[in-house]
């Protein structure tokens, strides 16, 4: 299995590099629910999908759930997804940048943010992570 998942990860992460940032289709938080469906056939981010298409309205969104956090518990929850305190590699997280809040991908000593510049991978504190 961690054979499939590193494949799996490595190939999403590619294609992620090649993959223009866009408020409305590949935002940190959209790209985290992309990975999601990669794992589990699902799409969490799907219900939120037609709701913004600037970073206004992605963080008008944010507030109505409070925080990335809580929008991002509310994503996965019906999944089934459950926060971990020992995030591991391909596991989705909420990471602490100069720049804010960031959705992440942990990679293992990196996680891998899907930013306005592009693909980046960061050594950054892990504010919180969901077992993927």
């Known amino acids: 299995m961690a054979h499939f998942l ?3 990860l490595t190939q999403f992460l590619r294609r992620a590099a090649e993959t223009p940032f866009d408020w409305a289709a590949t935002d ?3 790209w985290l629910g992309e990975w999601v469906a990669v794992r589990h056939g ?16 992605a963080y008008r969104l944010i ?3 409070g925080s990335r956090q809580a929008l991002i518990d509310a994503a996965v929850a019906p ?5 971990t305190d020992a995030p591991q590699r391909g596991d ?6 100069p720049e804010g809040e960031l959705g992440a991908i942990v990679t293992g000593a990196f996680t891998a943010c899907l930013e306005q510049r592009g693909l980046r991978f960061r ?3 892990i504010l919180a992570a969901w077992r993927v």
């Open 6 to 8: 590193m494949d799996d």
């Open 28 to 30: 940190c938080l959209s």
């Open 42 to 57: 699902v799409n969490p981010h799907v219900r939120y999908r037609d709701r913004y298409a600037t970073r206004t309205g």
């Open 63 to 65: 507030a109505e759930h």
């Open 79 to 83: 999944l089934g997804l459950l926060r």
């Open 92 to 97: 989705i997280a909420l990471v602490g940048a």
């Open 123 to 125: 050594r950054a504190p």
